[in-house]
């Protein structure tokens, strides 16, 4: 299965570290990407190639991955990062793309 | 500064051809990148729908490609999404994004702001 599974939800206080963990059979093959998703707005691009920032992206928000598991790491979270984040990869073979189901992060 | 934006009809009868364009600006279509099409049906998560580079080399969903044709244009800097035979679950926000496409590598770094398309009679 080329599927990817994310927490439906996380909830972290101001000033917390969020980690939203995705898991996925071809993420020892193909790299994990996360995306950043406000409500009524187009998905930004957070973590490329596991764990690399995109430039404009603070440096609060990490990514890490371990064989079948990417995670993404925000530290010292913040009112404005409240958000659904979704992991994107694609297959073993590289023939599609595909995303997890998206994580609902709520600052509390 | 690239920019991508989304055009086409808003509703769609059930049965009939959605039918959506991409217009690329900042960035010349054939500059060595795939262009894709993503979908998100409401308050729902993301979905890959096609993605085709500048010589028309294309990668479809595997759930979908029974009904999908992606197409470019690079005359108008433009790629262009055809789904057949909608019903009211192909309801979504599409999305154009600029896609890289590389051994190990596929995702999208820049994405238009998406455009709702409702199915129905």
């Known amino acids: 299965s080329s599927e990817l599974t994310q927490p439906p939800s996380v909830s972290v206080s101001p000033g917390q570290t969020a980690r939203i963990t995705c898991f996925g059979d071809?993420?020892?093959?193909?790299?994990g990407y996360w995306y950043q998703q406000k409500p009524g707005q187009a998905p930004v691009m957070v973590i490329y190639k596991d764990s690399q920032r995109p430039s404009g992206i603070p440096e609060r928000f990490s990514g890490s991955s371990s064989g079948t598991t990417v995670t993404l790491t925000i530290s010292g979270v913040q009112a404005e990062d409240e958000a659904d984040y979704y992991c994107q990869s694609a297959d073993s073979s590289a023939t599609y793309a595909v995303f997890g189901g998206g994580t609902k992060l709520t600052v509390l | 500064q690239v920019q991508l934006q989304e055009s086409g009809p808003g509703l769609v009868k059930p049965s009939e051809t959605l039918s959506l364009t991409c217009g690329v600006s900042?960035?010349?279509?054939?500059?060595?990148?795939?262009w894709g099409w993503i979908r998100q049906t409401p308050g729902k998560g993301l979905e890959w729908i096609a993605s085709i580079d500048h010589t028309g080399s294309s990668y479809y969903s595997p759930s979908l490609k029974s009904r999908v044709t992606i197409s470019v244009d690079t005359s108008k800097n433009q790629f262009s999404l055809n789904l057949r035979s909608v019903t009211a679950a192909d309801t979504a926000v599409y999305y154009c994004?600029?896609?890289?496409?590389?051994?190990?590598?596929?995702?999208?770094?820049?994405w238009g702001r998406g455009t709702l398309v409702t199915v129905s009679s």
């Open positions: 900042g960035l010349y279509i054939s500059s060595g990148y795939y």
């Open positions: 071809a993420l020892p093959n193909q790299y």
């Open positions: 994004a600029k896609n890289t496409i590389t051994v190990g590598h596929w995702y999208f770094d820049l």
